[in-house]
């Protein structure tokens, strides 16, 4: 049980997690806060929130447990915002789809990671935002990853643990940099591809005729270059080094099927397309048992 | 109407045309072909076909119209094999995913491309394959590209036409290698960058805790590398030329683009993912447009 859950930034993500723990009734209070007073308002009128206020140190007095729900780059201001309101008592998480980058400011701005802070990542999301997108079931059967250091809080990991668990989320662990490596690979790196490929055809000349011929496997291919452009700069940014690394493997793999296909080494270029089929078909599969099994 | 009307290959695209025309009424009698006598058997038993027979000669003897509907490459087989059994009042026609490959292969074969032969290609497909996924409405709103020469007879593209629109799909002409190099980027290009991508994430060292945290996007991102392997070869095989220039301008994008988020460039990334955002948001939305008014 939470007394007082302060959230600061009410959009699809903060909404969801403040919708699915009223609804499991392990939160006593709920305060929004942010800059966006109407994304405030709205949340009070949906029932999302019990109050809100504009001023963080106001939110977060009494709470104890504040979770920084705003896009990527700018938790790390709202982190260097609650330097003069933090107290040992006060649990800090975040939902940020990068880890390093936040761990790292949380060191320039504290001098150390606050023990009591604890980085978090709801994989879960949807191409409608805001508020007004919000639903209780968004991170059911959806896995959260928390990524604590040594000196982390068992206490404080313990309540962050508890919280993601009773929105129907599946809580995990990972290191810092492996969060980091495993999503640039998985997600950031999909939605570079798509957009340069979209961004490469609408270039060309007859991009009208192009996209007039475009298929469904291209509508779900490039479904991901829709996503927020703000949001997915935030993230590239912010994982830059892992992003980097993940373009690269992808391109030297990509510059080996191209020599394949030039060659015309029709051995090289099946055994390509079985490998990839067969590791999807297998690998979701098997999510999908173990998503089923839940 | 088509008197007799013969069909080479009974799978989803070759089941589907004849489920459709069948509906329609406008085809006496429909004579199946081809190498698998299991599939041949099982759409007489579905009633897709009206008979069948292994002999390509006896399957196009009085035939009016021949449809190949065979893979990529089988179809320059099917195509050489007919050689013996060409008429004049006999008109081909194909359902290939490259038109330049199997016009070169008719050149070839017949020393110049028959005036009957009207080169095909229903943009429509399934995730399934076979007989038994065959759909009265698979071709319904999906466009056919025709692609003829100067030299191809009128009445046989008429009737190539027509039986197409009786399908219920959008019946289009364009040049052979404007179909090829159109179908290159919006098609064989992704499908040969969502096999790269999972080979390449495959052959990594943690491969299977990449894929665990696979979420949605990235499903969708790769639902196309579950694609048939050996038609996927075929096809950028066929289609050499194309598919490699297509490659060769999304990899110079995306170097770009990498460039730009090395030296974190904050507005040429935005940029970029904003001009992708905003092409697919505004293709895709006319398209549905038009979609909805057919």
């Known amino acids: 049980m939470i007394n007082k859950l302060a959230i600061v930034g009410l959009g699809l993500i903060g909404g969801s997690l403040a919708r699915a723990l009223k609804k499991k009734g392990c939160v006593a209070e709920i305060i929004g806060t942010g800059r966006r007073e109407a994304s405030l308002i709205k949340a009070q009128e949906l029932g999302v929130i019990d109050r809100w206020t504009l001023d963080l ?12 729900a705003t896009p990527t ?10 330097k003069p309101h933090m107290r040992r008592s006060l ?7 990068v880890k390093g980058s936040l761990v790292d400011a949380a060191r320039r701005i504290f001098g150390e990671v606050p023990p009591q802070f604890v980085p978090g990542h709801p994989i879960a999301g949807s191409e409608q935002s805001g508020v007004e997108a919000s639903r209780e079931d968004l991170y059911v059967n959806h896995r959260v990853i928390l990524t604590p250091a040594q000196g982390t809080d068992t206490d404080a990991l313990a309540v962050i643990r508890n919280m993601w668990a009773n929105t129907g989320a599946e809580v995990l662990e990972m290191a810092v940099d492996e969060h980091d490596r495993v999503l ?17 055809l609408a270039s060309n000349g007859s991009a009208e005729e192009i996209f007039k011929f475009a298929a469904g496997g291209f509508r ?37 099927l191209r020599a394949a296909i ?14 990839a089929k067969s590791a999807r078909d297998e690998y979701f599969l098997s999510q999908y048992q173990v998503t089923t099994k839940e």
């Open 57 to 68: 140190g106001e939110a977060v007095a009494q709470a104890d447990v504040v979770v920084i």
């Open 91 to 97: 649990i800090v998480t975040d939902v940020a789809s």
């Open 220 to 256: 779900d291919f490039t479904r991901i270059a829709s996503s927020d452009p703000v949001m997915w700069h935030d993230i590239v940014r912010a994982n830059r080094d892992a992003v980097l690394s993940s373009m690269d493997d992808f391109s030297t793999r990509l510059a080996e």
């Open 184 to 200: 640039a690979a998985t997600s950031h790196l999909p939605h570079v591809l798509a957009y340069a490929l979209v961004d490469a």
């Open 262 to 275: 030039e060659s015309d080494d029709s051995a090289e270029i099946l055994d390509t397309f079985t490998r």
């Open 73 to 82: 780059l700018i938790a790390e201001k709202v982190l260097a915002d609650l």
